[in-house]
């Protein structure tokens, strides 16, 4: 609001008894709009929104692209084809694939070695035993291979010396050698296999470059004795072998039976593949409305890939209205939720709205979140009541850390709206996301300790648990195919709810010190940390400037209930106290509470040159924070405590020693066409120059320390601290801070005035009670100098 001031009377010589009048004119609604445009905060965070809204925009249209679901998981809702396709159709391809592969024969190469040894030992069997009159004169070895006899032995010694003959053996055994290479002698297992398996009943026989077919059943097992004497026996008599040479050669091959064909493995898996791969794939025609899966189905691999078949033909043939519009609408809720939330931000948390980098940071963490949980959800679907209610009740706890409940409620709701939007998640979800919130947010009262934390991981970990049990029981049918499915999803997600619950409160105690930087705020932890007085700065105070911590102490213990009175940040109070005046630690002796009697240091100093040491302590007290990496809320106690007052004591002697030299020049007034001297206004300091440069007091618990402080030094230089006198000094007190405008920056009321006044008195009058004086004591207490208050400021 503007206002203009035109005073009535503006002539020079205008009557006294005009009165001033003043016009208030009401801002025009344009003139708003255009001031609320020229903020550089406000363009800071549109700009903040539209980066948001963008990226998260993007975020959701890439994740619900996706197939968000499965392999075993029960379907919740049922889906069905939007735009006519065809596919190639895995299983039948793959199934006519299998049966052309069974259908190739399996391919057996010749041992070579084998046959050639058994046609050679045949072909020789005459010339070796032809110079054996006897049996016994024929090798044991040959005897026992080809079972001779003396009439085997006599018809071999005949046809060894009959030339004719012998070409005629040696022809049979060529014919021999020939039929066994188109039937194959086996072992066992191969022939075993030959029978069994494939579906061709033909075999294919590679002898070198030469390529043939025959019958499996024509293969003869070596390891069964009966059916190779028969084979043999046959074999030999379609050659021509009789009587007693047939016995022989039957004898040589039973006797020492060696397989001529093995199974060519590599050979039989690259005559499969080909055949295979001949075989055309088989194509589906799909129609729009044909079902993918329905409602309580177990979704199995051929469904999930035709659902990702059914995506990705939509996205490439539907129209672009059709796509599009879909899209737009998820852009415009991610637009109306930031657009929501930066509402509440300007109208309801100016701590936020009045700060860019905290819009800022909130954004980018809900952005991550949304991001994260999205991408997560993408790459394991089966997770998602791990990753979607998890994540929003890790960012409610962060933002209940940084922020009161209310707005860690109103950033966690938009968050978990976001999430379920970008994830498409049913309502039951948001419900569970919104119930671990609730229950994050309110256990959590002020993180003071871990047990804080652990308590609230514990509850909200119950909470999901049963929340994520209960919305999987509501939400899939429960049918005799599909109730043992349900179960053990339905108590899967119970327990990865609870997991993600514990999880919160591992992944916020790691967070703090990031959120605390972030934000710019102290956790209860940290102050709990600084309170300890092996702290390094406090432990230098201890040993440099002991008054001066003693004093801290007992400004701590007064502004610590005076806090608690309000509904302040008491242990904020506590701490920022016991930090106030570490400044003092460099020049400890110039503050009264440090002085053990003796001479007064100020004594030999100018006022002037006195107020720059009491004031620095202010500045050495800031840079000390400072360089020790203490929080801001702390680093204002220091330099907030004194605000902007008057160092009084050093005024009045600036003052008063101004006023002699101010009688000397009037006792002497200077010449005629002298220059005229200054008037004593002009001589006499300016107060302004022996005022604290501040910054006043920004919050309650800085103005309440500001009270303590000033109290506690006073009240040390009352002779008999009386409950009444007391009272009546705090409210002095109190009365002069007020009217000096020291509590202006924050937001105290009178009655929050009134209630620290009282509860500053209770606790000083216990700490400054009087006591019975005993025979001998000295009953009165000499006075301390009037210049105490002020030196030990």
Do not use: K, N, Q, W
């Given at each position: 609001m503007a206002s203009e001031q035109t005073k009535a009377g503006s002539k020079p010589k205008a009557a006294k008894n005009k009165r001033a009048v003043v016009l208030v004119r009401q801002r025009t609604l344009r003139q708003k709009a255009r001031d609320l445009i020229e903020h550089p905060t406000v363009g800071w965070g549109v700009i903040t929104g539209l980066i948001f809204a963008l990226i998260v925009t993007g975020v959701a249209i890439w994740a619900r692209e996706q197939p968000l679901v499965a392999v075993g998981q029960v379907m919740s809702r049922t889906r069905t084809v939007r735009v006519p396709f065809s596919t190639t159709d895995a299983q039948a391809t793959e199934r006519e694939r299998e049966a052309a592969r069974q259908r190739s024969p399996r391919i057996y190469a010749i041992d070579e070695a084998a046959l050639d040894d058994v046609g050679t030992s045949l072909t020789n069997l005459p010339a070796s035993v032809a110079g054996a009159p006897t049996l016994a004169e024929v090798d044991e070895r040959i005897r026992e291979r080809f079972g001779l006899t003396e009439e085997v032995l006599a018809s071999l010694t005949t046809l060894a010396e009959n030339e004719v003959a012998l070409e005629a053996w040696r022809s049979r055994v060529h014919r021999l050698t020939e039929i066994l290479e188109r039937r194959p002698l086996m072992d066992a297992p191969t022939y075993q296999a030959a029978l069994q398996e494939g579906l061709n009943r033909r075999i294919e026989l590679h002898n070198g470059s030469d390529r043939s077919m025959v019958v499996r059943e024509e293969a003869v097992n070596i390891d069964d004795a009966a059916q190779l004497e028969v084979a043999i026996r046959r074999i030999a008599s379609v050659v021509g072998f009789e009587g007693t040479l047939a016995e022989a050669v039957t004898n040589r091959l039973v006797r020492s039976p060696r397989a001529t064909y093995v199974f060519d493995a590599e050979a039989t898996e690259r005559a499969r593949e080909q055949a295979a791969l001949a075989v055309s794939p088989v194509r589906r025609e799909y129609a729009v409305g044909q079902t993918i899966f329905t409602r309580g189905d177990v979704l199995n691999e051929s469904q999930l890939t035709l659902y990702r078949r059914e995506l990705k033909e939509f996205h490439d043939t539907a129209s672009t209205m059709r796509i599009w519009t879909t899209r737009l609408g998820i852009g415009a809720t991610v637009i109306g939720l930031t657009a929501l939330l930066g509402s509440y931000f300007a109208a309801l948390c100016p701590r936020i709205s009045r700060r860019a980098a905290r819009m800022s940071w909130i954004a980018a963490l809900v952005g991550v979140a949304t991001a994260g949980a999205a991408a997560l959800t993408v790459l394991d679907p089966r997770f998602v009541m791990l990753i979607v209610p998890g994540t929003v009740a890790l960012v409610a706890v962060l933002m209940r850390?940084?922020?009161?409940?209310?707005?860690?409620?109103?950033?966690?709701?938009?968050?978990?709206?976001?999430?379920?939007?970008?994830?498409?998640?049913?309502?039951?979800?948001?419900?569970?996301?919104?119930?671990?919130?609730?229950?994050?947010?309110?256990?959590l009262a002020e993180v003071r300790d871990r047990r804080e934390i652990i308590r609230m991981s514990v509850l909200t970990a119950i909470t999901l648990g049963l929340g994520s049990a209960l919305v999987g029981l509501i939400d899939r049918p429960m049918t005799d195919i599909s109730a043992q499915a349900v179960l053990r999803q339905t108590l899967g997600e119970g327990a990865l709810g609870t997991l993600g619950g514990l999880a919160v409160g591992g992944i916020t105690m790691f967070a703090l010190p990031f959120v605390e930087r972030a934000f710019d705020i102290t956790t209860g932890m940290t102050l709990i940390e600084l309170r300890d007085p092996k702290q390094p700065l406090l432990r230098e105070m201890q040993q440099r400037a002991p008054g001066t911590y003693n004093h801290s102490l007992n400004v701590a213990s007064i502004a610590e209930s005076a806090a608690e009175s309000i509904g302040a940040d008491s242990l904020l109070t506590y701490v920022g106290c016991l930090y106030h005046d570490i400044g003092k630690i460099n020049k400890p002796e110039y503050f009264v509470e440090n002085q053990r009697g003796g001479e007064n240091r100020h004594d030999k100093l100018s006022p002037a040159m006195s107020l720059l040491v009491i004031i620095g302590h202010v500045k050495d007290g800031v840079e000390m924070a400072r360089e020790h990496d203490l929080p801001p809320p702390i680093v204002h106690f220091i330099e907030a405590h004194h605000g902007t007052t008057l160092v009084e004591y050093f005024y009045r002697r600036a003052r008063e020693k101004a006023k002699p030299q101010s009688d000397i020049a009037e006792a002497n007034p200077a010449p005629k066409g002298d220059a005229k001297p200054e008037r004593d206004a002009d001589r006499l300091p300016d107060e302004v120059d022996y005022r604290y440069p501040g910054p006043r007091p920004r919050t309650k618990e800085v103005a309440i320390t500001m009270l303590s402080d000033a109290v506690e030094s006073a009240t040390r230089t009352l002779p008999e601290p009386t409950p009444a006198r007391i009272e009546a000094l705090v409210r002095q007190i109190a009365q002069a801070r007020l009217m000096d405008g020291q509590f202006d920056d924050c937001d105290l009321t009178l009655a929050d005035v009134r209630t620290i006044c009282d509860s500053i008195s209770k606790t000083v009058s216990s700490i400054y009670h009087g006591r019975i004086s005993y025979s001998g004591e000295q009953t009165k207490k000499p006075k301390p100098p009037a210049a105490e208050v002020e030196k030990s400021a």
């Open positions: 850390v940084a922020y009161d409940r209310t707005t860690a409620g109103a950033i966690a709701g938009v968050c978990a709206v976001l999430i379920c939007l970008a994830t498409e998640r049913p309502v039951g979800v948001l419900a569970v996301c919104l119930l671990g919130m609730a229950m994050a947010i309110g256990t």
